[in-house]
């Protein structure tokens, strides 16, 4: 199976700042999803995008699906921004299963 | 509201003992998934499934069993809970068009 690797593990934030996470894929993919678990363990499916760029509010993706990457830009961070973000693919006859990676953990302190 | 449901949140139970984890959907999905997630760890595909009567086994091995008897419930049983189980279990699902997994709250478990 693929994969995934993200980066960094752990971040730490001022609150109003910028940051972006990776998300590097051993294989390509055609199912690309982010995560973000609260610090109460409800995770929350922030976007689905196999290729492109999306936005939603504060946050936005960009998919490279020929480098096997993916970024997750936030902006203006807040502290319910804190918790563990997860970015998963699928490829294949299995792109419906998705393959995690470990996570970034984000403390955003004010 | 279109929604995942997961009972209970959280479960105490002794060694041995068989428990069921409930997860039913509300949105008429065909693909449910379970995963279990130790915590602060990534999470892991334990079982899934594409439809009703349709069950497999996912990367990670595990001892509990799943049924798919309808649509919008997909349970998980540990027939005999050892304290290797504690973990939190948490069930997904996906339409069977493009679009993101919706996840239930998830279930706690300790095994004492």
């Known amino acids: 199976g693929i994969q995934v690797e993200q980066s960094p593990p752990d971040l730490i934030l001022q609150e109003g700042a910028n940051s972006t996470l990776r998300c590097n894929f051993s294989d390509s993919v055609n199912n690309l999803q982010w995560f973000h678990q609260n610090p109460w363990g409800q995770l929350i499916n922030l976007f689905y995008i196999p290729s492109g760029t999306k936005q939603n509010g504060r946050l936005s993706a960009t998919t490279v699906a020929t480098e096997r990457y993916s970024l997750l830009y936030i902006s203006s961070s807040q502290t319910t921004d804190s918790g563990v973000y997860f970015c998963?693919?699928?490829?294949?006859?299995?792109?419906?299963?998705?393959?995690f990676g470990k996570g970034t953990k984000l403390s955003v302190i004010p | 509201e279109a929604d995942i449901y997961q009972t209970p949140r959280y479960l105490v139970i002794g060694t041995g003992k068989k428990i069921t984890l409930e997860c039913s959907q509300t949105?008429?999905?065909?693909?449910m998934y379970w995963y279990q997630q130790d915590p602060g760890m990534e999470l892991h595909l334990i079982h899934y499934?594409?439809?009703?009567?349709?069950?497999e086994k996912g990367d990670l091995s595990s001892e509990s069993t799943v049924s798919r008897i309808r649509t919008e419930h997909f349970p998980l049983t540990l027939e005999s809970a050892r304290p290797s189980h504690t973990s939190q279990y948490l069930c997904?699902?996906?339409?069977?068009?493009?679009?993101?997994?919706?996840f239930g709250s998830g279930t706690r478990l300790t095994v004492v």
């Open positions: 499934s594409y439809g009703v009567n349709s069950t």
């Open positions: 997904a699902s996906r339409d069977r068009g493009a679009g993101g997994y919706t």
């Open positions: 949105m008429g999905h065909d693909k």
């Open positions: 998963a693919g699928g490829n294949g006859a299995g792109s419906y299963q998705l393959t």
